[in-house]
């Protein structure tokens, strides 16, 4: 198993940590500069959902009132006027279309596999070793070899011209990178063990101001149909220093 390791900075088209929506934390008050991952994400490393959200369904709501107004507009059908019923004949086909789109949706979100990480080490240190375990359900078929990133990211602040002068933003790069490529193990995928060795010379985790340091572990799984894809937080710190 061969571990590349890159330590070019380049662009990660994703939000930065900033952006992500992040729940409630777990411990209150102030932050333990000697353990800051008590306080500073509400880590569950028996269990990590994955750190990007799958998009939601904002735009539910929206094709659900354009049907209800279909069907208002269906009320037109007592109407003796010829071209109100070829409207409605065509506002119909469009709601067809719409409902059709929704009932995929709906299939595709039951049948996409729920990922989660659960983290043997907790927390890692740098120099050290990060472990856990990719958990898929349901279990997955694999085809082929499953791509695995470890990273640390660092959101900067970048200027960019605008009309009037600059304006800036949180951008996030990678600073460093390991890639796994596994066999599948087996016929049919439920669990992956994983297991990093961690450089010393690195940032840890720092999720205390906008530019924050993290680290992510990022897997790429070639299944029949769309690849399963899950990034998720890594609880990867700086040892304290006594």
């Not at 590349?4 to 102030?30: H, I, T």
């Not at 799984?221 to 399963?228: H, L, T």
Request: negative net charge.
């Amino acid at each position: 198993m061969s571990i590349q390791e890159s330590r070019q900075r380049y662009l990660l088209y994703v939000p930065p940590r900033a952006a992500v929506p992040v729940p409630k934390r777990r411990a209150q008050g102030a932050a333990d500069p000697q353990r800051p991952w008590v306080s500073d994400y509400p880590w569950r490393p028996e269990g990590m959902d994955p750190d990007y959200p799958a998009a939601s369904g904002s735009s539910w709501p929206g094709r659900l009132a354009v049907l209800g107004l279909i069907g208002l507009c269906n009320l037109a059908l007592l109407s003796d006027q010829t071209w109100l019923l070829i409207l409605v004949l065509v506002l119909d086909l469009v709601g067809v279309l719409i409902l059709f789109e929704l009932i995929l949706k709906v299939v595709h979100w039951l049948r996409h596999p729920r990922t989660r990480m659960r983290w043997t080490t907790f927390p890692a240190f740098l120099g050290g070793r990060l472990e856990g375990t990719f958990t898929v359900r349901p279990g997955q078929h694999v085809m082929t070899s499953i791509q695995v990133r470890l990273r640390c990211v660092r959101d900067e602040r970048v200027e960019h011209p605008a009309q009037e002068g600059t304006t800036s933003a949180l951008e996030p790069y990678v600073i460093y990178e390991q890639s796994l490529e596994l066999p599948p193990p087996g016929d049919t995928l439920d669990e992956l063990p994983l297991a990093f060795d961690l450089p010393a010379d690195l940032p840890g985790t720092d999720l205390g101001q906008d530019e924050a340091t993290y680290w992510q572990v990022a897997l790429r799984i070639p299944v029949p149909g769309p690849d399963v894809e899950a990034v998720f937080l890594a609880p990867v710190y700086e040892k304290a220093r006594t």
